[in-house]
């Protein structure tokens, strides 16, 4: 049986033997740069990374982006009910420190 038969020689239980999985073939026959079939750089990684952007590109083509004048509206807004909140937060923060002072020190 040459290495690249895809038949894999199974145990009696039907898994395949310690020695021969058909992912090792896969490994072993993958690209590596470092010379002489030593130790090297598998390239697998770059090509499931070219698939992951192209396929980012693809959904984010498919998203529906907000105009312009949404984006500003909706961060005005924002912005004002932070300032609103703001104050507001402060404001009964000043008012209960009066409150308490007045109460606790006679102040």
Do not use: C, Y
Request: proline letters at 5%; hydrophobic letters at 40%.
């Amino acid at each position: 049986m040459s290495p690249t038969d895809t038949d894999v020689t199974t145990t009696t239980g039907g898994e395949p033997e310690d020695d021969q999985h058909p992912e090792d073939d896969a490994r072993a026959r993958s690209l590596t740069l470092g010379g002489s079939g030593g130790p090297g750089v598998s390239l697998g990684g770059i090509s499931k990374g070219i698939a992951f952007l192209s396929e980012v590109r693809e959904e984010m083509r498919k998203v529906t982006w907000p105009t312009r004048k949404m984006v500003l509206t909706e961060s005005a807004v924002v912005i004002v009910f932070v300032v609103f909140f703001t104050t507001l937060i402060v404001s009964l923060d000043r008012f209960f420190a009066l409150v308490f002072n007045a109460l606790l020190f006679g102040k």
